[in-house]
Each structure stands twice: as C-alpha cells, then as structure tokens.
C-alpha cells in the first residue's frame, strides 16, 4: 500500500485547508487511514483516524476544527482544516494500518502546513 498527501501550503490564522491523502496497492488490507503531524522539534503527533467501517477519531486540539472524510471510488481520505492556528504549523503525514503478517504501517511523505499569525 502506496500513501501520497498533498494540498499543504501557507494560510493565515483562521483560514481553511483541505489536505488530500491518496491511496494506491492493496487497499482491501487497509483497517484505517490516520492522519499525524510534526511541528519543528517535535514529535509526531495523532491528528484523526478514519476506519474502513467510516468511524472517525480526532485528537482534542483539533476536535470540532478539523473533518476526516474518505472518497471510497478514489481511495482517497481527505483532511480538512478550519479554523486554523498558527500552532497547526507543521508536516502532515497519513497513514496506513494494514492487515498484514509485515509490517503493519504504511507512511505517506508529508505535506507542509503554515500558519501565519
């Protein structure tokens, strides 16, 4: 399974962003696609997950502000982003979580996500 996010850029504080994760290979193995950020000299953190059945999860710093929705016929989940601040600065990273006798993580690149004050 192949994960390739996009759609960061640069936004001022309050504004709006869609990320995009597309997805490629074997998604019939895939048990949910979660979302992760890393602020400079951070760790990676838990943004939302969204499971094959359509359950979703978010992290209580974003709960209410962000939406993870799944477009099934493109194998593609989406992020969206409002209400954005500037401590959402930092690169976005989805996914995979794999019924597999292997490795059961699959990430995408990540994509950049700058808020200005």
């Known amino acids: 399974v192949q994960l390739q996010a996009s759609g960061g850029g640069l936004v001022q504080t309050g504004g709006s962003l869609r990320l995009t994760c597309a997805v490629s290979g074997n998604i019939d193995i895939i048990n949910a696609i979660h979302w992760y950020r890393q602020a400079p000299g951070k760790q990676r953190d838990f943004v939302a997950f969204i499971t094959s059945g359509g359950t979703t999860n978010y992290a209580s710093s974003v709960r209410g502000r962000f939406t993870i929705s799944r477009d099934v016929a493109r194998n593609t989940v989406y992020l969206q982003m409002n209400s954005l601040k500037p401590e959402d600065t930092a690169v976005y990273y989805c996914?995979?979580?794999?019924?597999?006798?292997?490795?059961?993580?699959?990430w995408g690149q990540g994509t950049l996500v700058t808020v200005s004050s």
């Open positions: 996914r995979a979580w794999l019924r597999t006798d292997g490795d059961p993580w699959s």
